[in-house]
């Protein structure tokens, strides 16, 4: 029997699901070693303990966590992104988020704002990806943000670090994203039950055939949708950990303190690195920009220094 379906079974008053997600957030163990696999089969003879943490708030409660604001006033506020920041609570992230920040630095303006779980949020950035992103402080800028990310109504470009150079350099990759068949905890390109993706490239800058700092366009809005479509051609990103699953052979055309320090990079070398859209009070066309941050520079300053 798996683990988690023993200790539903045993405990009694917890389903499956919320078992498996508590030993997956690190609140389970056998014979006092974290049980790192829900799905392990049951030890004959073992101890097994399951830790009930204390009820999350209902809402997400304000912090003070320091923002690189781009732009503010009293419809919306722009910030630069740090990588590591979540943007809202989620299991495994019940605090600490980008919400969290906005709710302590917008005060009453706005809680409920959009949903009172994740107010003012419009649209998103994977943890460990930088840049700029969009929050609204009341409904109308809601509303109108949120319409305009669903129809694609704004200018929006990433950089990211690839493995190796794009051929062609610059393209489109149409290819419809859903759940991985297997590893449900990814996306992937699907035959059936995906949802149209669309992403364009071009590549600004090379490294020979070692890697390449390409700029990417989305036309469609899916999860992870860089990281997976240019996985899929061939070119991952750089420090991706859920879609970079070998050594490139790429890194073998670099020196070696270049390709361990590529190889080491501890996040998804992909930032946001434009976003334009129209005002939703005033309609002036508004456009804000965020530098690479350092960790993506000092990469490129290293390949720089150490290819042809």
Known sequence: MRADRFLADAIGSLSRSRVKALIEAGHGSRDGAPIKDPAEPV???ARYR????????????????????????RDLIVIDK????????????????????LLAHAGDD???????????????LDKDTSGVMVAAKTERAHHALSEAFAARDLDRAYLALAWGLPDPVQGE??????????????MAVVERGGKAATTRYAVKRGWGAAA???????????THQIRVHMAHIGYPLV????????????????????????LAFPRQALHAATLGFKHPASGK?????????????????????NTG
């Open 173 to 186: 990759v149409s290819a419809p994203i859903g759940r991985h068949p297997v590893d449900r905890k990814r």
């Open 239 to 262: 420090g991706d950990p859920v879609y970079l699953r070998r050594t490139p052979a790429a890194a073998r055309l670099l020196p070696e303190e270049t390709r361990a320090a590529l």
């Open 50 to 73: 399951l830790r009930i943490p204390p009820p999350a708030p209902a809402t997400p409660q304000p912090q003070a966590i320091p923002l690189t604001i781009l732009f503010e006033d």
């Open 110 to 124: 706005l809680p409920g704002i959009g949903g009172e779980k994740r107010p003012g949020i419009v649209h998103r």
């Open 82 to 101: 740090p990588a590591g920041l979540v943007v809202h609570p989620a299991p495994g992230n019940p605090d600490g988020t980008l919400v969290n920040a």
């Open 212 to 222: 390449a700092l390409v700029e990417c366009r989305l036309l469609t809005g899916r």
């Open 285 to 305: 066309s508004l456009s804000f920009e965020s530098p690479l941050p350092d960790d993506m520079r000092r990469l490129l300053t290293l390949l720089d220094g």
């Open 43 to 45: 030890r004959a003879g």
